[in-house]
C-alpha cells in the first residue's frame, strides 16, 4: 500500500506567506501534479485560512483555500504553504473533509466536539509545525480505526500558548473519541497532557468530558 509518509525534512513550507500566496495557492497546487502519477486518498479535503480582521464577522473571515484528494497533491500544498509558526496571532488553518465548514454550527459538527492539544509559547518554533503535520497525515492517511468520525482539524496561532485541536461527529460516541485520543497522542510521540470537549456551549460543562 503508498504511504503518504515523506520526511518532514524534505517538506520546507514558501516562506513569502504573504496573503497573496494564500490567495494563488490552489491554482499553483493543481497545476505542479498534473504530470504526476495519482494516489488517491480516502476522502477530500479543504484547507481554510482565517485571518483576523475584527472589522469581519467570524465566518467572513474563513477563506476556503483549495481542496485534495490525492497524496501528491497534498504534498504540493504543504510545500506552497507557509507553516503555522510563520502565521501572526489569532491566524488559524483548518483542514475539513470536502463540504464540513470549519465551525461547530455545521451539520456535521453540531453534535460533535474536539481533542486539544495546547502547546507552550516556546513550542511554536520548535514544535508547532512538525506537530501540526503529523496531525494532517493522521488523518488524511485513513490510518485510524475511527475516521469516519473524524471531521477535520484547526490549528489556532495564539500569544498565549498554540493549540491543535481535532474534531469528531459525535461527541456521544465514547468508544470512538478514546480511541481517536490515545491514536492520535501516539501518533504525534507526545506525553502531553490532551482534553476533549463538545461544541455545543448549551451542554458543555465546566470540565472536559476526558483528559488523557
Known amino acids: 500500500m503508498f504511504s503518504i509518509q515523506r520526511s518532514i525534512a524534505s517538506s520546507v513550507g514558501s516562506s513569502s506567506g504573504s496573503s497573496r500566496s494564500i490567495d494563488t495557492i490552489g491554482s499553483v497546487a493543481s497545476s ?7 494516489h488517491p486518498l480516502n476522502d477530500e479535503w479543504s484547507l481554510w485560512y482565517l485571518q483576523n480582521d475584527r472589522t469581519k464577522s467570524w465566518e467572513d473571515m474563513q477563506t476556503k483555500v483549495t481542496s485534495f ?6 504534498w504540493c500544498l504543504h510545500n506552497h504553504v507557509l507553516g503555522p509558526s510563520g502565521l501572526g496571532d489569532m491566524n488559524d488553518y483548518s483542514l475539513f ?12 459538527n453540531k453534535y460533535g466536539g474536539r481533542w486539544v492539544l495546547t502547546l507552550g509559547r ?24 475511527h475516521s469516519e468520525e473524524i471531521n477535520g482539524i484547526v490549528v489556532n496561532v495564539r500569544s498565549r500558548g498554540d493549540k491543535i485541536s481535532l474534531w469528531t ?23 502531553a497532557r490532551i482534553v476533549y470537549e463538545m461544541h455545543n456551549a448549551n451542554s458543555k460543562s465546566s470540565k472536559p468530558l476526558v483528559v488523557l
Not at 463540504?99 to 461547530?104: E, G, V, Y
Not at 503529523?134 to 488523518?139: A, E, F, S
Open 32 to 38: 505542479d501534479t498534473d504530470d504526476y502519477t495519482r
Open 69 to 74: 484528494r490525492t497524496v501528491e497533491d497534498f
Open 97 to 108: 473533509k470536502n463540504n464540513i465548514r470549519p465551525m461547530w454550527e455545521d451539520i456535521a
Open 122 to 145: 516556546h513550542q511554536r518554533r520548535s514544535d508547532l509545525d512538525s506537530m501540526w503535520l503529523d496531525t494532517i497525515l493522521y488523518v488524511i492517511g485513513g490510518t485510524s480505526r
Open 169 to 191: 461527529a459525535d461527541c456521544h460516541n465514547k468508544s470512538a473519541i478514546n480511541g481517536i485520543g490515545n491514536e492520535f497522542k501516539k501518533y504525534l510521540g507526545t506525553d
